[in-house]
């Protein structure tokens, strides 16, 4: 069995961002079932392939709109529009279709193609669509870009938000209807991208190997969250938190904000730290008493909640942040009211001052995610017809 695991960019030795975890997790379940696999793809520059010897990199290539100048933004919206096509899929017209298709060539003969969301998978679909696929669809695309259009700071953000909808939501259909099979990370996608009938759910975990957590971990903060805040749905979800739960809270609590913030808000206190990039995660992690997981929009499942849980961290939650998730362990108080959710905080931080440990083995929930991500792999493999020669017990 030879499949072709196509992706806007490749697994890395050392992923950071969920898009990347998710991609590295996929492709290791695929590989310990056995699989023949092949990976082709750009690779963020400053990465290493996580499997270099069957990785075709198509070259270097900054995706991340933040990380990039005006100028090269314009030259991507330039190009879609000429192109017809999304913003996120002209990315990938840093190579020609020639190029994708001379390499598949000589990757032959394969049974299939995995395609990995739809940046990639957009810019060359006349290619792909003339193979057997099955679609990963990490999140439902045209229902964020919606979103994010309501959100926007101005018309022009806005139409271009409506733009990216409009394609994204032709292009999903296409990629599902022409698909042997559909991958989704969360359940409610399924139904959204109306594919109940041909898809599966992969839980996922943020490795393969189980976190190891040291035996004696030192508190600093009494309510710490971490995230890539520059994306519209994250932010949103902060400033929600932000406005609404931070100002129910003790003032003498010290609150720690992770990730690049981009503009700060002028009406945050002085017990709120922002960290910007912090150099480990989960130590970060480790080092708060209570994880807030309070995303309000978004589709897909949310990599920080999977290792909170792996953590074994006790977190408060709300409903959107368990999206993809259906066993909640017991230390996560699931709430949606602003006045609950800070009085559930209050509480678990009060909780830890006393000497409560609200730590819990976290190990056994990334035994169950791996253990249904292994299992709904190989469901979605059959289903496809993909799926011949299995390793037994391959985890």
Same mark, same amino acid.
Do not use: C, P
């Given at each position: 069995m030879k499949l072709i695991f196509l992706s806007s960019l490749v697994p890395v030795k050392d992923p950071k961002s969920g898009y990347d975890i998710a991609n590295r997790v996929i492709v290791d379940g695929l590989y310990a079932l056995g699989i023949d696999l092949k990976i082709m793809g750009f690779l963020t520059p400053g990465e290493e392939p996580a499997y270099p010897d069957t990785t075709i990199v198509l070259g270097e290539l900054e995706v991340t709109n933040t990380k990039v100048s005006k100028l090269q933004k314009a030259r991507w919206l330039m190009k879609a529009v000429a192109e017809g096509m999304t913003v996120s899929s002209a990315k990938m017209l840093a190579v020609d279709a020639d190029v994708i298709r001379s390499n598949l060539d000589g990757l032959r003969p394969f049974d299939g193609l995995i395609l990995n969301s739809v940046q990639l998978a957009g810019a060359f679909f006349e290619v792909f669509s003339k193979e057997k696929t099955i679609f990963i669809a990490h999140n439902v695309e045209s229902a964020s870009a919606i979103k994010n259009a309501t959100a926007a700071a101005n018309g022009v953000s806005a139409f271009l938000f409506k733009r990216e909808a409009t394609l994204l939501d032709r292009l999903e259909t296409e990629l599902c209807a022409q @698909? =042997?099979? +559909?991958?989704? *990370? @969360? #359940?409610? #996608?399924?139904? #959204? *991208?109306?594919?109940?009938q041909k898809s599966n759910m992969l839980p996922l975990v943020t490795s393969i190997k189980p976190v190891v957590r040291p035996a004696n971990q030192h508190v600093i903060y009494d309510i710490g969250t971490i995230g890539s805040? =520059?994306? @519209?749905a994250n932010r949103q979800g902060l400033d929600w938190f932000l406005s609404k739960i931070v100002p129910k809270l003790p003032n003498q609590y010290t609150i720690a904000i992770a990730g690049n913030i981009g503009n700060i808000r002028s009406d945050v206190p002085d017990n709120v730290k922002f960290l910007g990039r912090v150099e480990d995660a989960r130590e970060f992690c480790r080092r708060c008493a209570v994880i807030p997981l309070f995303s309000q929009e978004g589709t897909g499942v949310q990599l920080k909640t999977i290792e909170t849980f792996e953590l074994g961290l006790p977190a408060v939650a709300t409903q959107n942040a368990l999206r993809g998730i259906s066993d909640i362990p017991e230390n996560c108080f699931k709430v949606e009211d602003p006045y609950q959710f800070a009085d559930a905080l209050i509480d678990c931080v009060e909780r830890t001052k006393g000497g409560v440990n609200l730590h819990i083995d976290g190990n056994e929930f990334h035994q169950r995610q791996l253990d249904a991500l292994m299992s709904n792999l190989s469901v979605g493999l059959k289903a496809a017809?993909?799926?011949?020669? +299995?390793?037994?017990? @391959? *985890?």
């Open positions: @698909a =042997s099979h +559909v991958w989704t *990370l @969360a #359940d409610q #996608d399924r139904i #959204d *991208l109306n594919i109940t805040w =520059s994306w @519209a017809n993909f799926l011949h020669d +299995v390793k037994e017990g @391959a *985890l």
